[in-house]
C-alpha cells in the first residue's frame, strides 16, 4: 500500500532527524546472511553530523567528508518537507533556494521565461511519473484539462514516457498537483535524487515477455517509490491514497538481510539523503531498444527459454548521458553486463545495486555523482563484488542476447488479444493546437487509454477494428498522418524543450529543430540521397543530455548562443556511443561541416553501411579532410528523375518565394504540399497494420 506517513513527530518540519545506519558501518567480518538484521544508531545527539546515507560514524579526529549544498538541504527537510510547506503558504511567486531543491522530488522545476527581460517571471513545470507509459484515459484527459486551465495550452511528451507541464504558477501549484493525484496520476519521484520513472517498451503486445517487462518495470517503480509520505502532505494534507502494490513487492523491500534497509525509518531504503543523484532504470525484451537500454544506470532485459517462458533476467550496469562542457573528466557512459538473475530474484538485485550506490556515490561534487562514475572509478569487478554482498549471492554468468533495433511502434498494429493500437508521431513530443484537439475527442470518444513512448510520441491502445477508419480521418486532418507520409528523419528526431524555460539551456533545440530537419533533407537532396534514407538526429540545449543525443548518428548540443558541438559515430540502434566530432558551430555554418559528409557517405559508404558506422569507420581526421577540401557536390549532367513540377515561370516564382520563407527550395516546397495531399485524401483507406 502506498500511504501517508502521518505521524505527528514527521510533521513538524523543524524536527531534528534522527541518523539511520547499515550494516556497511560493521566489520567486514560480520557476516552477512539472510538472517542478519539492520542495526541503527541509537546516537539522537542534535550535534551528530550525517556524513552520507550511512557511513559509519568517524571519531572525532577524523576528517569530515566535504558535502554538497544540496545534501544538507535534503538533511534539514524532514525526509523532503521543510521549508517546501513552509513556502508553499507565502504569497511569493517563487521558493527558497532549498525548497527549490526540494520540490524536484515531488516532480517539479522552478522555472522562469528566458525570452522576457527584467523581471523574472516565476512558474512551475511538473513532470507526472508513469512506469511503461502507461496513461490511463481518466489520466490523460486531466492533464489535457489542466494544461488549458494552468499550463501554457500544451503537454509535452518526455523522452522517459511521462507528460510534462509547463507555465504552472505557484498559487496553482497545489491544486494542480492535487488533481493530478485524485485522477490516477503520480509526480512523486520524477525528479530529485530518486529512482525516476522506469521505462519499458510502451506497445500494448500481448506477448509472454513484453507483458513480463511491462509487470516488471511497475513492480521496481513501486519498490523504489519513496515511503515517507511527504508527497501526499504537502499537496493532499496527508491524505491517503491507497494503491495496490504486489507482495512481493512487499517483501523485497522490507527484507534486510543483508544489510540494505534503515531500520525504524519512514525510508527503509532511501533513509533521509536519499541517492546521490538522479537514478534511471529501464527494462526491455532482447532485440527491442525502444527504450535506450544502455543509457540507464540499470537495464533490465527479459530471458526467456524456447518456448517464450520468463525465467529470468540479464543486468547491465552504469550508464548515462549527463557531461560538462570543457571538462573531460565529465562524459556520457554506455551500461555493460553486470549478471544475470533469476526472474524472482531481480527486486533483491536492483535493491542490491541502488544500495551499492547509495552507499559509496559521491556526495561531495554533483557532476560525479551518478552511478556510471563510481564504476568507472571502481571497475565493473569491484562493483559487482559490493552488489553481491548486498544481495547475497554470485550473478550469474550473463545470457547472449540477439542485435539490438530500434523500435517506434508507429501506426497500426494488431495487439494480440482481438484489439488494435495506433502509434502516433509527434514532433518533439510537443502536443498542442489542432492536434491536441484532435487527440482529446478521440480518446475521450472512444474511451482509450494511451501508452506514452521513449521517443516522444503517443500510442492509443484497445482499439475496435470498426473503429480505426473514423479515428484515422479525425487524426489526419489535424496532421497525425501514417508514418509513411512522416519524413523518415523525423521520425528517429528528438530534441530537448530547452529554451524559453529551461534554465539550463544554452541555445535552442524544441525550437530549433524542425528547421535544422529541413535544412538536413534539403542537403540530402542537394548530393543526392533519397527521400527514404535517413540519420538519427538528436539535439539538446545543452550537455546535461535529456534528448540523449550522445547515441544519435548526428548529435547536437548547445555550447553557446546559436552554436553547437557536433557529435558523429554513434548507431541507428543505439547501442554505440557517439563522440565529439567539433565545437563551437554556429547554427548558419551546419551546411559547410555537414554537407561533405552526407555527400562522402553517399560516395563512399558500403553496403548498407549507417551514416553513425560510416562516419566511425572513416575516422574523424578524414572527415574533416573532406570538410576542408569541400567545394560543393558533382551535379550530374541528366538525373534519374525529372519531375516537372512547375508549368509556367509565375508559378515558379511564387512557390520560391514562399519556399524561402521556409529555407526551403521551390521544388522541396512542392514536393512537401504533394505528399500532405497524398496523405490527407489517402489515410483511412485501406492501410495494412503495419
Not at 319 to 336: C, D, I, N, Q, Y
Not at 378 to 395: A, D, L, P, T
Not at 621 to 638: S, Y
Request: proline share 5%; aromatic share 10%.
Amino acid at each position: 500500500m502506498t500511504t501517508s506517513f502521518s505521524s505527528a513527530a514527521l510533521r513538524d518540519p523543524k524536527l531534528q532527524i534522527p541518523t539511520y545506519h547499515t550494516l556497511s558501518s560493521l566489520s567486514a567480518a560480520t557476516s552477512l546472511n539472510r538472517n542478519a538484521l539492520s542495526i541503527p544508531s541509537s546516537t539522537r545527539s542534535s550535534t551528530l553530523i550525517i556524513r552520507a546515507v550511512s557511513t559509519p560514524a568517524k571519531s572525532e579526529t577524523a576528517t569530515e567528508q566535504k558535502r554538497s549544498k544540496v545534501e544538507i538541504f535534503k538533511e534539514q527537510s524532514n525526509f523532503i518537507r521543510y521549508p517546501l510547506n513552509e513556502d508553499m503558504l507565502n504569497d511569493a511567486p517563487n521558493l527558497s533556494e532549498a525548497a527549490t531543491q526540494l520540490i524536484k522530488f515531488h516532480g517539479s522545476y522552478q522555472q522562469y521565461n528566458r525570452d522576457e527581460r527584467g523581471s523574472r517571471t516565476y512558474s512551475f513545470m511538473i513532470r507526472t511519473k508513469n512506469p511503461c507509459g502507461k496513461v490511463s484515459n481518466q489520466l490523460y484527459l486531466t492533464m489535457d484539462d489542466l494544461a488549458d486551465q494552468f499550463g501554457i495550452g500544451t503537454l509535452r511528451l518526455t523522452t522517459r514516457q511521462t507528460f510534462q507541464l509547463h507555465g504552472v504558477v505557484k498559487k496553482d501549484l497545489k491544486h494542480v498537483m492535487a488533481t493530478i493525484i485524485r485522477n490516477m496520476g503520480s509526480s512523486l519521484g520524477a525528479c530529485g535524487d530518486l529512482n525516476r520513472n522506469v521505462l519499458a517498451p510502451a506497445a500494448p503486445i500481448f506477448r509472454k515477455d513484453y507483458l513480463f517487462a511491462q509487470q516488471t518495470a511497475e513492480n521496481i517503480a513501486a519498490l523504489l517509490a519513496p515511503q515517507s509520505g511527504f508527497y501526499y502532505d504537502v499537496w493532499v494534507d496527508g491524505e491517503r491514497i491507497m494503491s495496490a502494490e504486489s507482495p512481493e513487492v512487499v517483501q523485497a523491500r522490507n527484507d534486510n538481510s543483508h544489510g540494505t534497509n534503515f531500520t525504524d525509518s519512514p525510508e527503509p531504503i532511501y533513509g533521509t539523503q536519499f541517492l546521490p543523484r538522479k537514478f534511471k532504470i529501464a527494462v526491455t525484451v532482447p532485440t527491442d531498444n525502444s527504450v535506450d537500454i544502455l543509457t540507464n544506470d540499470i537495464g533490465v532485459v527479459v530471458v526467456t527459454d524456447d518456448n517464450g517462458e520468463p525465467q529470468g533476467f540479464n543486468l547491465y550496469v552504469g550508464g548515462g548521458m549527463g557531461r560538462t562542457h570543457r571538462m573531460e573528466s565529465t562524459f556520457p557512459r554506455l551500461a555493460e553486463p553486470l549478471g544475470y538473475v533469476p526472474k524472482e530474484d531481480i527486486l533483491y538485485a536492483v535493491k542490491a545495486i541502488v544500495v551499492t550506490q547509495r552507499e559509496n556515490g559521491r556526495r561531495d561534487d554533483r557532476k560525479y555523482s551518478r552511478m556510471k562514475y563510481l564504476i568507472d572509478s571502481w571497475g565493473i569487478e569491484k562493483f559487482r563484488n559490493v552488489v553481491e554482498e548486498y544481495y547475497g549471492k554470485k550473478f550469474e554468468p550473463f545470457r547472449s542476447l540477439p542485435e539490438w533495433e530500434f523500435k517506434s511502434y508507429l501506426g497500426w498494429h494488431q495487439q494480440g488479444d482481438g484489439g488494435l493500437y495506433c502509434g502516433l508521431h509527434v514532433d518533439n513530443g510537443r502536443i498542442g493546437g489542432k492536434m491536441k484537439t484532435a487527440l482529446r475527442e478521440v480518446i475521450e470518444k472512444y474511451h482509450l487509454n494511451v501508452r506514452l513512448t521513449p521517443n516522444q510520441n503517443i500510442i492509443l491502445t484497445d482499439i475496435r477494428a470498426a473503429w480505426k477508419r473514423p479515428i484515422t480521418t479525425i487524426l489526419s486532418q489535424a496532421g497525425l498522418l501514417q508514418p509513411k507520409y512522416v519524413d523518415p528523419l523525423n521520425v528517429t528526431a528528438m530534441a530537448c524543450p530547452a529554451f524559453p524555460l529551461c534554465p539550463l539551456a544554452i541555445t535552442e533545440a524544441e525550437r530549433g529543430i524542425p528547421s535544422i530537419l529541413k535544412r538536413i533533407r534539403a542537403m540530402f537532396e542537394k548530393v543526392g540521397l533519397k527521400y527514404s534514407e535517413s540519420i538519427v538526429v538528436r539535439i539538446t540545449g545543452c550537455p546535461n543530455g535529456c534528448a540523449r543525443p550522445y547515441m544519435a548518428e548526428l548529435g547536437l548540443v548547445g555550447d553557446g548562443p546559436n552554436s553547437y558541438q557536433v557529435w558523429l559515430g554513434g548507431s541507428s540502434n543505439q547501442t554505440s556511443l557517439a563522440r565529439t566530432f567539433m565545437d563551437k558551430v554556429k547554427l548558419h555554418d551546419l551546411e559547410k561541416v555537414l554537407e561533405p559528409l552526407f555527400y562522402h557517405w553517399k560516395q563512399k559508404r558500403q553496403s548498407k553501411e549507417s551514416f553513425g558506422n560510416f562516419t566511425s569507420r572513416l575516422g574523424f581526421e578524414k572527415l574533416k579532410e573532406f570538410i576542408e577540401k569541400w567545394e560543393g557536390p558533382v551535379v550530374p549532367q541528366t538525373t534519374r528523375h525529372n519531375l516537372k513540377l512547375f508549368t509556367d515561370k509565375e508559378t515558379y516564382e511564387a512557390m520560391d518565394g514562399l519556399a524561402k520563407l521556409q529555407n526551403k527550395n521551390a521544388h522541396q516546397l512542392a514536393i512537401e504540399v504533394i505528399r500532405n495531399y497524398v496523405a490527407s485524401n489517402q489515410n483511412g483507406k485501406g492501410e495494412s497494420y503495419n
